[in-house]
């Protein structure tokens, strides 16, 4: 049944020949119907409905009876109306999210768990993610209330950050996992003819419906709850040699669960030094300077603090570590006398940053001697304008 059937029928029906008690029923028919459809998301259906009730030929009893003709035929040749799922129940599920828990398989260098905390308008609250291998070590990373704590567990410390970009930088990864983002991205991906979309209904409430999205050389396999219509989990896998290989999965494990205020607490050993950087600026404004030659100048300076035994301005330019932080180690005991030499900047890859090497004059044990030192200059986390010192040699 199409638009032309109906408006001819309309033109052959006239209002008297439709009993009056059928009014209302049909009428009743197509509210009740109208609203399943708009539910198990059928917008053709539902536009059909809507096209005859506001045919400028339409009286009440003409449209009923073809409303009537319409529901049977629906019924008769779209066995999917109730039980069919579309993309846009997994996006509308997500709408009422609070809380949202989920670990990724293998970690990698990347993260592997994140816990996240929203909003009734489902703006992020709070926000956990753990990452056991980056180039600072294992480090993890709680934001909240316009700031940032970052565990770096390698080196010992804790970094309290500004927001400034670090939120933006945190939702960047985040948003790889976010399901309401994920379930938008399908959605779009299904009017694109070069992203292949296929959805394999569920047979009963124990198995999950399968979409499996694939577009350049690239798989991933969404497993859906079919009763909440949430994601549990998603895997990816890569075109090689013919054969799709997998790189790894994402498991949601809670969604709405109560939330632990512990869990967006960093709990370290006594022994861990807080670096708070949202009490005065960090390291040293790169400026017009280059990066050979801002690492140059960094080094210099926290020499020269070691030197003078300014340990508050070598703390400073060291992520901003108290000045007794600077005492208890190794530079920090010893007595500099004077630069003897500053080398050029080499990259140092392993923590993605520039080593110094240089050459200072100590004295110890009542002698002279020569020391070389090479300390790590990097931009300060969150903080792209600046650079500091993250490890000394």
Not at 131 to 160: H, L, R, S
Not at 163 to 188: R, T, V, W
Request: hydrophobic share 35%.
């Amino acid at each position: 049944m199409n638009n032309e059937n109906i408006e001819e029928i309309l033109k052959n029906i006239s209002e008297e020949e439709i009993p009056a008690d059928v009014h209302k029923i049909a009428q009743e028919t197509s509210n009740n119907f109208s609203s399943s459809l708009k539910q198990t998301r059928q917008p053709k259906q539902h536009i059909l409905l809507e096209q005859i009730m506001k045919s400028r030929m339409t009286k009440l009893a003409a449209a009923a009876a073809i409303i009537v003709a319409v529901v049977l035929s629906i019924s008769v040749f779209d066995k999917s109306i109730g039980t069919a799922y579309a993309i846009e129940q997994t996006i509308e599920a997500n709408r009422g999210l609070l809380f949202i828990h989920l670990k990724c398989e293998p970690a990698g260098t990347g993260v592997e768990e994140i816990w996240a905390q929203f909003d009734d308008n489902r703006e992020l609250l709070r926000l956990r993610m753990n990452f056991p291998n980056t180039m600072d070590g294992p480090k993890d990373v709680v934001w909240q209330e316009g700031k940032a704590e970052v565990w770096f567990k390698a080196n010992k410390g804790i970094a309290v950050l500004k927001e400034k970009n670090i939120l933006a930088q945190l939702k960047m990864s985040y948003k790889s996992f976010d399901p309401k983002l994920l379930g938008e991205q399908l959605y779009h991906a299904q009017a694109d003819e070069k992203k292949q979309i296929e959805i394999q209904e569920s047979r009963s409430k124990d198995e999950s419906i399968t979409i499996t999205w694939t577009r350049n050389g690239l798989r991933t396999v969404y497993k859906v709850d079919p009763e909440t219509k949430l994601l549990q989990q998603f895997e990816k896998y890569e075109l090689k040699d013919g054969e799709y290989k997998f790189l790894g999965r994402t498991r949601y494990l809670d969604y709405n669960q109560p939330v632990d205020p512990e869990i967006f607490v960093l709990n370290p050993p006594a022994e861990v030094v807080r670096a708070d950087q949202t009490t005065q600026e960090v390291g040293m404004a790169k400026g017009e300077l280059s990066e050979e030659e801002i690492a140059v100048e960094v080094a210099r300076q926290f020499l020269e603090a070691l030197i003078d035994q300014d340990y508050a301005k070598a703390g400073k330019l060291i992520a901003n570590v108290p000045a007794e932080w600077v005492k208890q180690q190794p530079f920090g005991k010893t007595k500099y006398i004077r630069i003897v030499s500053i080398g050029k900047p080499v990259p140092y890859t392993k923590t993605g940053s520039l080593r110094v090497p240089c050459k200072v004059e100590i004295e110890k044990d009542g002698k002279i001697t020569v020391q070389s030192i090479a300390p790590c200059i990097r931009q300060v986390y969150g903080q792209p304008e600046r650079r500091q010192i993250i490890n000394v040699f």
